[in-house]
């Protein structure tokens, strides 16, 4: 079992910039992978991005590219998210997720969630 607990949302401006963080416990995370989903208002869940524990390689989806970058402190079992150049789109519930083994979208874990809303 993997827990997850995400933070680091809130309410900012568009242009500014946040840094989610994913705090993990539980087993280990060696040949995991974890990542980020966002659920806007209305719509499906997206995927944002994921990084493989081992080697820090990274995916991300393409409508955030340039602007997100994820990350890891092996010492805190914690994967962030900095999302830079907010935009009032950008406002979503983020989740953070994890699945051992290889998988671009991770899913079997899942934290509760850490609301985003961007004002224009």
């Known amino acids: 079992q993997v827990q997850l607990v995400e933070s680091g949302g809130g309410l900012v401006q568009a242009g500014g910039s946040l840094r989610l963080s994913c705090a993990a416990s539980g087993r280990t995370l060696i040949g995991s992978m974890l990542g980020w989903v966002r659920q806007a208002p209305g719509k499906e869940r997206e995927f944002v991005g994921s990084?493989?524990?081992?080697?820090?390689?990274?995916w991300y989806a393409d409508s955030v590219k340039g602007r997100f970058t994820i990350s890891k402190d092996n010492a805190k079992n914690t994967m962030y998210l900095q999302i830079n150049s907010l935009k009032p789109e950008d406002t979503a519930v983020y989740y953070c997720?994890?699945?051992?083994?290889?998988?671009?979208?991770?899913?079997?874990?899942w934290g509760q969630g850490t609301q985003v809303t961007v004002t224009s």
């Open positions: 990084i493989r524990w081992s080697d820090r390689q990274t």
């Open positions: 997720a994890a699945e051992l083994g290889f998988t671009l979208r991770p899913g079997k874990y």
